[in-house]
């Protein structure tokens, strides 16, 4: 077995074959990787066995991990071994941001995705804010999702601009908005106003306005925006939805006591919206 605590989420799914097979690709990439790696990494998924193949992998954040640089929340098993494999290779700068490029350019999607997840640890992290912007605008749904959700390298690394596209893109392509990592640290008064503009857009098309675009722009609402909250809030019949909508809405306005059907125990604004990210 490779010794690399990245891979001990899929330890006890490793056949003996697997393990022989993936030492052998250690050796090989620590060896000459610009020889081998390509062949390794666009090969993996046929080389595993079944069990490696269907299988989803996701690895609790705890204390003691929150630290770390990867979020592994339902990845594939191969996705996890080509980031592993990625996490080997070692050279200087310019061979390395070569190499890696290279891999951006001729990768297809499952191995994209791989890579986009790889962001966090990637070496010489500076030269791959170009390649983030383009996952944020790919069209590929699962390249979008390793860029958008659970990863920390936009948080760390975009400007302003790039992170509030990446946070409306997240919006306009139906991600989990919530999987978004550092979303509420890096909120602006930019980023705000622009999902005023989207919340007057949804609201004019008489479609459906989605609760965390008022916890985004909170700080930050017109007297007309403030009426469509207030709108939204008395349709409202989601407990979670509700209590988010009322948590903004009372920071214009005084509401009267919590209905009790409309009660979530309580909870506060974290609490809920850690339940409401489950869902």
Known sequence: MPNCKLLDPISHLLSNDDQNYLNDCEREIKN???????????TLNRKMSSAIQTAVISKPQTESTKTES????????????????ISLIEDEEKEYVKFIDNLFSYSDMHELAALYSSLPI????????????EGIRSNIG????AVIENNKYPYL?????????????????????????GLFERNNQTLAESVVDYIYERYSAKREIHPILWLLAAKFLPDRAVGILSESYEKCSDDSESFILRHVLSQYITLPPTDAGRDV??????EVLKSYKKR
């Open 32 to 42: 000459s990787y610009k020889k081998s790696f390509i062949r390794i990494f666009s």
């Open 70 to 85: 990867l979020i592994i929340e339902n990845w594939s098993a191969v996705q996890l071994i080509r980031v592993w494999l």
């Open 122 to 133: 990637l070496k010489y992290p500076e030269n791959w804010i170009g390649r983030c912007q």
């Open 142 to 145: 699962l390249v979008q999702e």
């Open 157 to 181: 690394y975009l400007d302003e601009s790039s992170w509030n596209q990446l946070v409306l893109k997240a919006f306009f392509t139906g991600k989990n908005i919530l999987n978004i990592y």
């Open 265 to 270: 125990s309580g909870n506060s604004i974290e």
